[in-house]
């Protein structure tokens, strides 16, 4: 379970990113963030990854706060993996050595390729197979389409065997019919490990199709914390 408390970001120039926000996520539940540019979303996303150090209250993943310990903060982001809207991968590497990269930088002792363990070779295939790029492993994801780029970004954070994947505007530059996939893809996949899921989105037909739960942002504050039924019977 993540549990944040009292959260608020301000960042240097005084721009406020959260505003005293407290909220708990639990594994297996889908949560969509949704906001405009600028409500906050990414600023959530990466506190609770802690990429972004909240300038005050506490976040808190399975009864852990960590801040001071760099070996607790390792275990903290190896459990609350995240998927970037420009999914951050090398592109002259393949898809396989991605998601091996994302797996070795939580999950190597020796953090060294060579030689690579079976064992992490066999659970990046196997999340490449899951979002449906085995056949693309060797393929440098230069060579990939946008939508199979972000499928292995979600490959890579599935490899680090997360409690929570946070995936920020993942489907942001994708037409329609791959951002459906993708979501679905997502959910399934979340369903079927019981990870639980914090994924940004600004379509509200996405959040409404996809959600178990949508927190609405804006300027930093939650205006809503609902189900998308509650949300469908007021339009
Ligand atoms: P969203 O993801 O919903 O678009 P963000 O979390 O990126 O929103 O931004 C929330 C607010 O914080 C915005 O006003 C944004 O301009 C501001 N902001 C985000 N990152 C920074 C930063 N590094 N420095 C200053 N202001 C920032
Ligand atoms: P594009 O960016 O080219 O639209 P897509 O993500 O839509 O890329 O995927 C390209 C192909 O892969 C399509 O033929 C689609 O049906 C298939 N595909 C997409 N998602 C999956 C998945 N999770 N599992 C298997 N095949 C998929």
Redesign the pocket.
């Known amino acids: 379970m993540i549990v944040l408390n009292n959260l608020s970001?301000i960042?240097?120039?005084e721009?406020?990113?959260?505003e005293n926000i407290s909220l708990e996520f639990t594994p297996g539940e889908f949560t969509v963030?949704l906001?405009?540019?600028?409500?906050?979303?990414?600023?959530?996303?990466?506190c609770i990854n802690l990429l972004t150090i909240p300038t005050r209250g506490q976040v808190i993943v399975d009864g852990l706060g960590t801040l001071n310990n760099p070996k607790a903060l390792r275990k903290h982001r190896q459990k609350t993996g995240m998927i970037f809207q420009q999914h951050q991968l090398l592109p002259r590497q393949t898809a396989l050595k991605n998601v091996l990269i994302g797996r070795l930088a939580y999950h190597s002792t020796f953090r060294s390729f060579f030689p690579l363990p079976k064992i992490d070779q066999i659970i990046a295939l196997d999340c490449l197979d899951r979002v449906g790029l085995l056949n693309k492993a060797l393929t440098p994801v230069k060579q990939l389409s946008g939508g199979q780029q972000q499928r292995v970004g979600i490959a890579r954070a599935l490899a680090q065997q997360p409690r929570f994947l946070l995936a920020?505007?993942p489907v942001a530059s994708l037409d329609p019919g791959s951002s459906h996939k993708i979501l679905a893809n997502l959910k399934k996949i979340c369903q079927e490990d019981g990870i639980g899921a914090v994924v940004?989105l600004?379509q509200i037909d996405l959040a409404l199709e996809y959600g178990d739960r949508i927190i609405g942002?804006a300027?930093?504050n939650i205006l809503f914390d609902s189900h998308p039924s509650e949300i469908k019977s007021q339009q």
């Open positions: 970001v960042y240097e120039d721009t406020v990113g959260l963030l906001g405009a540019s600028g409500a906050g979303k990414s600023t959530l996303l990466r920020d505007e940004s600004h942002l300027g930093g």
